[in-house]
């Protein structure tokens, strides 16, 4: 299994970023997937979420009306895009496959629900 980020970097607050996840090693299409974030001295955050189909999201009540996750199953790809963004949402954003293999449908949003991470990306958010 490989998750590969990109996409992060400098935004000034009120900016937008998308971020992109790249996964091979595994059958995408049938995972649930998530975005989670790191920040400076903290510990890591479940950001939002996307059942294997797309058809159901979540969000962080941080994330929600700012992000916006979406994924092309074709492209075995995960996208998070980040609008109206803020100082505190600055740190490193990883992606992870849901460990709940047998269930596409299901959306953890504890760490220890996922099985598989990135290395992440990093996004600093700053006039």
């Known amino acids: 299994v490989q998750l590969m980020e990109s996409g992060g970097g400098l935004a000034q607050p009120g900016g937008s970023l998308r971020l992109a996840c790249t996964a091979s090693?595994?059958?995408?299409?049938?995972?649930?997937m998530s975005w989670a974030r790191q920040g400076p001295g903290q510990g890591p955050e479940w950001v939002s979420g996307?059942?294997?189909?797309?058809?159901?999201?979540y969000y962080s009540r941080s994330a929600k009306g700012r992000f916006t996750i979406s994924r092309d199953n074709a492209k075995n790809t995960l996208y998070l895009q980040m609008g109206d963004l803020k100082p505190e949402d600055t740190g490193r954003y990883f992606c992870?496959?849901?460990?709940?293999?047998?269930?596409?449908?299901?959306?953890?949003?504890?760490?220890?629900?996922?099985?598989?991470w990135g290395l992440g990306t990093q996004v600093a958010v700053s006039s």
């Open positions: 996307i059942s294997s189909t797309g058809g159901a999201t």
């Open positions: 090693g595994f059958a995408f299409g049938s995972a649930a």
């Open positions: 992870a496959k849901s460990a709940r293999n047998d269930d596409g449908d299901f959306v953890g949003t504890q760490m220890g629900e996922y099985d598989f």
